[in-house]
């Protein structure tokens, strides 16, 4: 099992998930706007979930269900970058136009 940023995250730029990670396994670029937990290098040692201040981090059996899709885009950018970028860009854009109203 592993831990899974969720969209809680999505424009958020505090780090200490990243800063407490014993494993090196969370990855936060500024193009993805969202951090990602490596799944082969997650050890489920919980610190990330512990730490994280919006709560957007969840043991992978625990996300909820409307937040599913985000444990597929976590291991999808190891994979492909690009589609991830593009899938959360998608899912940021209708908060993004609530909030400047």
Same mark, same amino acid.
């Given at each position: 099992?592993?831990?899974?940023?969720?969209?809680?995250?999505?424009?958020?730029? #505090?780090?200490?998930?990243?800063?407490? +990670?014993?494993? #090196?396994?969370?990855?936060?670029?500024?193009?993805?706007?969202? %951090?990602?937990?490596?799944p082969a290098r997650c050890t489920n040692c %919980?610190? +990330?979930?512990?730490? +994280?201040?919006?709560?957007?981090?969840?043991?992978? #059996?625990?996300?909820? /269900?409307?937040?599913?899709?985000?444990?597929? /885009?976590?291991? /999808?950018?190891?994979? #492909?970058?690009?589609?991830?970028?593009?899938?959360?860009?998608?899912?940021?854009?209708? +908060?993004?136009?609530?909030? %400047?109203?």
């Open positions: 099992m592993t831990f899974v940023v969720t969209e809680a995250c999505i424009g958020v730029n #505090d780090q200490s998930c990243i800063a407490a +990670c014993p494993e #090196d396994c969370i990855v936060s670029r500024l193009a993805d706007r969202i %951090s990602v937990i490596d %919980s610190v +990330c979930f512990e730490v +994280c201040v919006v709560g957007a981090i969840f043991p992978q #059996d625990q996300v909820p /269900l409307e937040s599913r899709e985000f444990v597929y /885009l976590n291991a /999808l950018w190891f994979e #492909d970058k690009d589609a991830t970028r593009a899938r959360v860009q998608e899912i940021a854009a209708p +908060c993004h136009r609530l909030a %400047s109203h």
